[in-house]
């Protein structure tokens, strides 16, 4: 029981947030490079991770700060080992375009 809750309370310390810089997304979440590449984010130039925030990748995309958000979301649910990124995929595209229609629109 205890492993159990030190891997946990060690999966919740490590929470993927706008400010985590690419290297270290990549690195410590190797599935996030798949999600990223599905949504146009590059994070990987030369075979090397780009320098950088999340963020700043994201609002490179003209991301909304609300679109952040879902990216945070979706990446912390990946690297958490609850969904695979297919799932995510399906989940979101849709929401994401509302998103960016409703953007377009203002």
Not at 45 to 55: A, S
Not at 91 to 105: A, D, G, P, T
Request: net charge negative; with cysteine.
């Amino acid at each position: 029981m205890f492993n159990f809750l030190y891997f946990c309370r060690s999966k919740l310390e490590q929470m993927i947030t706008k400010e985590i810089e690419i290297e270290d997304l990549i690195e410590d979440y190797p599935k996030s490079v798949k999600y990223l590449a599905e949504h146009d984010i590059r994070c990987i130039k030369c075979g090397e991770p780009i320098w950088g925030t999340l963020e700043e990748a994201c609002l490179e995309k003209d991301f909304s700060q609300e679109k952040i958000a879902l990216v945070v979301k979706d990446l912390n649910e990946i690297g958490a080992g609850f969904v695979d990124n297919t799932e995510i995929y399906k989940q979101r595209v849709e929401k994401i375009k509302k998103l960016e229609l409703k953007n377009k629109k203002l």
